[in-house]
């Protein structure tokens, strides 16, 4: 399986963007990248995920590097509840989605 | 969301009993998995299924087995408990498009 490396924590004010990082370095042409997080005490969520070009939705947006080695999740303002552990993962057809330890981000008031 | 009832939401046990968490899902979604969480360890794929009596191993699997019967319901079963099972279990599904897995809210199970 394809691996990703994220900071173990990061912290932000709140309504300020936050810039979440990724690094696939030995991503395959059919890995697409996901993002998935998990608030406490619940079960990983959804929230964004792109091949090659970049995503938006109501969550956030999804930033992948030309040469798809990196990706960077865009929280646009950052809200309490943002606070969260976010995995970024990579996934081929077929595959199972396989966690690692993600990012912790921690959002102050 | 998928729909995905987890029972019981928590349980405290005695070493070397059997235990039997289930998922149940409303969607209809083929691929159901179930995953432990622990500290340090992340989630971990326990086992998964892609189809009624469809099942394979996932990476944590020694001491569970996993049933499938009905595409709503997917079963894992500690056969005989021990203490390095404590842990909090999810179940999910996966969309029929592959790019979204759905979780449960959570199992706690505690073996003393």
């Known amino acids: 399986d394809a691996k990703t490396t994220q900071p173990n924590s990061m912290e932000s004010n709140e309504e300020e963007p936050v810039h979440l990082p990724c690094n696939h370095s030995?991503?395959?042409?059919?890995?697409?990248i996901h993002w998935y997080r998990q608030l406490p005490s619940q079960g990983p969520e959804y929230v964004i995920h792109g091949l090659t070009s970049n995503v938006n939705n109501r969550m956030a947006s999804l930033a992948i590097a030309e040469d798809r080695k990196s990706s960077t999740l865009i929280l646009h303002r950052a809200t309490l509840r943002d606070a969260a552990v976010y995995y970024c993962?990579?996934?081929?057809?077929?595959?199972?989605?396989?966690f690692g330890p993600g990012t912790r981000l921690s959002v102050l008031p | 969301d998928a729909g995905i009832t987890q029972s019981p939401r928590h349980k405290v046990t005695e070493t070397g009993t059997p235990v039997t968490l289930r998922c149940h899902q409303t969607e209809n979604h083929r691929y159901m998995y179930w995953y432990r969480q622990d500290p340090g360890h992340g989630l971990r794929l326990i086992h998964y299924s892609y189809g009624v009596k469809d099942t394979d191993k996932g990476e944590v699997s020694d001491g569970y087995s996993v049933s499938r019967s009905k595409t709503e319901d997917f079963l894992l079963t500690l056969e005989s408990a021990t203490s390095s099972q404590t842990s909090v279990y999810f179940c999910a599904t996966r969309s029929p498009s592959g790019n979204t897995i759905y979780f449960g809210e959570g199992s706690w199970l505690t073996v003393v």
């Open positions: 030995t991503i395959s042409g059919t890995d697409y």
């Open positions: 993962i990579l996934r081929a057809d077929g595959q199972n989605f396989v």
